[in-house]
């Protein structure tokens, strides 16, 4: 039975998280942490609520964390020190902060994963820009996110673009670099374009331009339930892992 710890748990993904768990059979929730946690009543009598991280004394096989940008660099280095596997879902870790875990999962001999995504669709997405790129290297990522999603650019767009940068032959490409914030961020040459609104979920597409035609990949998440397909398959693989690794299609 594997025991997990889920980090914002009270809230939109964490809420779906928590119920995740208790229909596995090989899974227990045997805690919770977020500000409001030791507050609310939907949590069962057997699970230990903390609301503040050194606050949490508990013995768990993985931690599950859907918090914050400005919380997941210390959750995921608690989680590691403390010997619980971490499945890292929440955005704004720097690529030095990345390093930086892992770095501290090597040394402590304990495996995890970073998900920029956990949407099988946007998996996708990524894996197919990343061949996209070999045959039109001029790409531009506009990302969609629901209101309330605090970082911009989104983790998922972040990490294909550097996919795109990485496949790409530069030599061919006729970008160049734009001081125009409208151009969006710039990723490894790539530009990124962030959209914020109600009624969205997260949705992804990738344009990629050539002379006389054009490529348009897209993903679009209706529902945060079906990234639960993705959370369950993290947790089933992530105790095996030898160290910290990025991307779900690392174990899928």
């Known amino acids: 039975m594997k025991r997990i710890l889920v980090a914002g748990a009270t809230g939109s993904m964490g809420k779906q998280t928590v119920q995740l768990v208790e229909k596995l059979p090989d899974c227990q929730l045997v805690a919770v ?11 069962g009598a057997s699970v230990k609520c903390f609301d503040n991280l050194t606050a949490v004394d508990i013995d768990a096989d993985i931690w599950i964390d859907f918090t914050t940008p400005q919380a997941v660099y210390e959750n995921t280095k608690f989680a590691l020190k403390h010997h619980m596997h971490p499945i890292v879902g929440t955005s704004g870790l720097t690529p030095d902060q990345t390093k930086k875990l892992q770095a501290i999962a090597q040394k402590e001999k304990i495996g995890g994963i970073i998900v920029p995504n956990f949407g099988l669709s946007a998996v996708l997405l990524m894996k ?3 061949e996209a790129a070999r045959y039109f290297p001029d790409a531009e990522v506009i990302e969609m996110h629901h ?3 605090r970082d911009a650019p989104s983790a998922t767009a972040i990490a294909t673009a550097k996919l795109i940068a990485e496949n790409r032959n530069p030599e061919n490409c006729s970008q160049t670099t734009n001081d125009s914030a409208a151009r969006g961020a710039d990723y490894d040459g790539v530009p990124v374009h962030s959209v914020r609104l109600p009624g969205y979920v997260a949705h992804e597409q990738v344009l990629f331009g050539g002379p006389g035609e054009a490529l348009t990949i897209r993903q679009d998440s209706f529902s945060r339930s079906s990234f639960m397909q993705g959370v369950k398959v993290a947790l089933s693989r992530v105790m095996d892992l030898p160290n910290l ?6 174990i899928l």
Do not use: H, I, N
């Not at 942490?33 to 949590?43: G, R």
């Open 245 to 250: 690794v990025v991307g779900l299609d690392q």
């Open 33 to 43: 942490l977020a500000p409001t946690a030791s507050k609310s009543a939907e949590f």
């Open 147 to 149: 209101a309330d999603k």
């Open 128 to 130: 197919f820009a990343q």
